[in-house]
């Protein structure tokens, strides 16, 4: 990297390098060099074949490419996408574009943003896939309008967007976290927050992102809001947090039946989750025909204006 410059890690195998203004000229033939060192190098373990070590960038400028850090990090992560698209092992700069209206500008960054908790954590990809599923499911249950189930879908791919920023041996620790490792864990519904915060018409989506962990009885985080002064996008969302947690296997627990999952989530109305939610999506998932299952394959992996669980609503 050149001098000045500041990198880490950013994902599993992703790495993110931040340089000044004036050293940007020095930028992309530092990251040309380091792609051709790696070019060099392979892996092998035990009796395999040797497997090269392939590299891809992509780079974006401010304010040129953007002029909030959400907007930096969602174009730089479709040009990466881009690079590794034509075939990998290439790097790509994004170019400056015409304004674009805000709708469109901040569907492209919540569909950069549902790929970054990909990148950081696939349980935690698979587990927002679910909480989707569920609110919306809850949502059409309830008999709320169509662009109310757009946003809170919505909030459901990105209700935990903020753990992109936890460290990852806390976010995969396998067995209990400390007093401690919690209170940092707790942070990631004020980051997620800040981090779509500037994004325009998100009102409703930030407010599930910051408020999903809150409980009924008042006992929750960040804000102990209680009752209604929790949003109901929010609320919504809790109950499909809860039962998507229940009902996925994890290191130091094996998934719940869906029987077992819906008794307990009966047990925690009137505490941690509001009752009437809790009675409406117990129904429809005993009773309704579509009702989302878990382990079935998730009919929306991305953000679409038009789209909702798979079906056309406009």
């Excluded at 959400?70 to 990998?88: F, P, Q, R, V, W």
């Excluded at 209170?183 to 998100?202: N, S, T, Y």
């Excluded at 809860?242 to 029987?259: C, G, I, L």
Aim: net charge negative; charged share 25%; with cysteine.
């Amino acid at each position: 990297m050149p001098p000045g410059a500041t990198w880490g890690r950013y994902g599993p195998d992703e790495f993110l390098a931040m340089t000044a203004a004036g050293d940007a000229a020095a930028l992309e033939p530092a990251i040309e060099q380091l792609r051709a060192t790696l070019a060099h190098m392979a892996l092998q373990f035990e009796g395999s074949e040797r497997l090269p070590v392939t590299f891809s960038a992509g780079i974006c400028r401010y304010p040129v490419n953007g002029e909030s850090v959400t907007t930096l990090l969602s174009t730089t992560a479709l040009t990466l996408d881009e690079a590794k698209a034509s075939g990998g092992d290439a790097i790509r700069a994004a170019e400056a574009s015409p304004p674009v209206p805000g709708s469109v500008k901040t569907l492209g960054i919540l569909e950069s943003l549902v790929r970054a908790v990909d990148t950081k954590d696939r349980y935690t990809r698979r587990h927002s896939e679910d909480v989707a599923r569920y609110a919306d499911f809850l949502a059409r249950e309830l008999g709320l309008d169509p662009d109310t189930r757009r946003a809170i879908h919505t909030a459901g791919l990105l209700h935990d967007v903020g753990k992109i920023a936890i460290p990852d041996g806390i976010l995969r620790k396998p067995g209990r976290l400390t007093d401690d490792e919690f209170a940092i864990v707790k942070q990631h519904v004020a980051l997620g927050d800040a981090i779509v915060r500037d994004l325009p018409d998100i009102d409703l989506i930030r407010a599930g992102i910051r408020h999903h962990h809150e409980r009924w009885d008042g006992r929750g985080y960040l804000d102990e809001l209680a009752a209604e002064q929790i949003p109901l996008v929010a609320r919504i969302l809790a109950v499909g947090d809860a039962f998507s947690a229940m009902t996925t296997t994890r290191p130091y627990r094996k998934a719940f039946s869906v029987d077992e999952a819906l008794k307990r989530l009966e047990d925690a109305a009137g505490s941690q989750l509001e009752a009437r939610l809790v009675e409406v999506f117990v129904r429809g998932i005993r009773s309704a025909s579509d009702a989302p299952l878990p382990g079935q394959p998730a009919l929306v992996s991305t953000v679409h204006p038009l789209i909702v669980a798979g079906r056309q609503v406009a």
